[in-house]
């Protein structure tokens, strides 16, 4: 006879994994990835080292699925406003002003995913995630191009760029070192006239 887990021993595998995820983000965000040791996520999930390790047999593998989790959350916001009302440029514009707002609003978070030093199975991770806030991009241009808004491009070279562009120019602003020395309002706005320009859109 072949066991099959009982539906509450199933809730409750889930909410232990869920617990486990929801303290390391909360150890991120409060002091980024080298707050998130294993010990320190067992204590604040209630939970022993070794149940963490049942679920999660290496932190970079807990690591990959709270970066995962969090660029997801990121991405449906701004896929939302991607898909919304208003012209290819309006949308890119609050798009790239959504995304830099919440980095800077949560620096060590945003610190963390974009370039804390890492495993090379995260880094590798975030490499990958980038691509995914790139098709968002991506899908503003060609609907721009479309539409005459925006000279025609690759779009997939145009989308890199600007993940690019706005994920560097953060490093400095949500470092842990250099934080709170940078005016964010014109930060955010030379982001913007920055990529819209790029695209061959207008800056203002």
């Not at 022993?48 to 969090?70: C, H, N, Q, W």
């Not at 479309?146 to 994920?167: H, L, N, R, W």
Request: proline content about 4%.
């Amino acid at each position: 006879m072949v066991y099959r887990r009982s539906p509450l021993m199933e809730e409750r595998l889930a909410n232990n994994r869920d617990r486990i995820l929801l303290a390391t983000r909360k150890l991120v965000a409060e002091g980024g990835f080298r707050e998130a040791q294993i010990a320190a996520v067992a204590a604040l999930a209630g939970m022993s080292t070794g149940m963490i390790y049942r679920y999660f047999p290496s932190k970079a593998e807990l690591f990959v699925e709270v970066l995962g989790d969090a660029v997801g959350a990121e991405i449906e916001i701004l896929r939302e406003i991607a898909e919304g009302p208003g012209s290819a440029g309006e949308r890119l514009h609050a798009a790239l002003t959504c995304f830099v707002r919440r980095a800077l609003r949560g620096p060590n978070l945003a610190y963390a995913f974009i370039t804390e030093p890492v495993d090379p199975e995260v880094d590798t991770a975030r490499i990958r995630y980038r691509k995914k806030f790139g098709d968002v991009f991506k899908a503003i241009l060609i609907d721009g191009i479309e539409k005459g808004e925006f000279p025609d491009q690759d779009v997939d070279a145009s989308a890199a760029c600007i993940v690019g562009a706005f994920t560097e120019a953060l490093v400095g602003p949500i470092g842990p070192t250099t934080r709170n020395t940078h005016d964010q309002q014109r930060l955010a706005e030379s982001i913007r006239s920055f990529c819209l320009r790029a695209v061959g859109g207008a800056s203002s």
